[in-house]
């Protein structure tokens, strides 16, 4: 398994400002994920961050409202830009320790936001 | 687009009794996840099931995956208030990605 942490843990934002939410893994891992959780819904795919080039963004989400960090093989940023309230979420950061299938995630405790 | 459906959305038992969540798709996944997820934490895996027909057991979890591929269930029996949590379903697609499941809302009372 994997050890997973994000800060912040939570935050309470104002509209038009952006949140950087930051994830950190214990061993390097060649998948890292980024999902959101509406309030009392599933999971969202939003894209996999990519080691050393841009981020595979999934249907409905683009680059400049959440654009995304890999520097290295244990760590990750995502960004909420001009944020509004239809963004509040948890978002949760992934990693699969697998490179072939059937894959393995695991996941972070998550960051709640909050958008007033 | 593949989609998963899970069933019930909520389901409520008094402890010591069984429960089964189902988990649909009109599509066939390379293999499928069970997670629970409690508040403030991310999902933690329960299982994962790749062969058809598959059967897996946890404890007083049972785990199937159907001859098609393209359903599951779980069935949890003598419930225990610890298992309640949300309970999602995850499809595998191509890139190791996880296409989730509604999920469904489990509590256990004592």
């Known amino acids: 398994s994997a050890v997973i942490s994000q800060k912040p843990s939570r935050d309470i934002c104002q509209r038009g400002t952006s949140l950087t939410i930051q994830c950190q893994v214990d061993?390097?891992?060649?998948?890292m994920f980024w999902y959101r959780q509406q309030p009392g819904q599933s999971l969202t795919l939003i894209a996999t961050?990519?080691?050393?080039?841009?981020?595979?963004?999934e249907s409905g989400f683009v680059i400049d409202k959440f654009p995304i960090s890999r520097p290295n093989l244990t760590f990750s940023t995502l960004t909420v830009s001009n944020m509004s309230p239809e963004d509040s979420s948890i978002y949760l950061c992934?990693?699969?320790?697998?490179?072939?299938?059937?894959?393995?995630?695991?996941f972070g405790p998550g960051t709640r936001l909050t958008v007033l | 687009t593949q989609l998963l459906e899970q069933s019930p959305q909520f389901l409520s038992i008094q402890e010591g009794e069984n429960l089964t969540v189902y988990c649909n798709s009109s599509?066939?996944?390379?293999?499928l996840q069970w997670y629970r997820q409690e508040p403030g934490e991310g999902p933690v895996l329960l299982v994962t099931?790749?062969?058809?027909?598959e059967v897996k057991k946890l404890k007083r979890l049972t785990f199937q995956f159907g001859d098609a591929r393209k359903d599951s269930s779980l069935h949890i029996t003598a419930a225990q208030p610890g298992d309640t949590g949300l309970y999602l379903c995850?499809?595998?697609?191509?890139?190791?990605?996880?296409?989730f499941g509604g999920g469904t809302r489990v509590l256990v009372k004592p």
């Open positions: 061993s390097q891992v060649t998948m």
């Open positions: 961050a990519n080691q050393g080039s841009e981020a595979t963004y």
């Open positions: 599509s066939v996944f390379s293999s």
């Open positions: 992934s990693v699969d320790l697998r490179a072939v299938r059937p894959p393995e995630q695991f």
């Open positions: 995850a499809g595998a697609r191509a890139g190791n990605k996880l296409t």
């Open positions: 099931v790749v062969t058809g027909g």
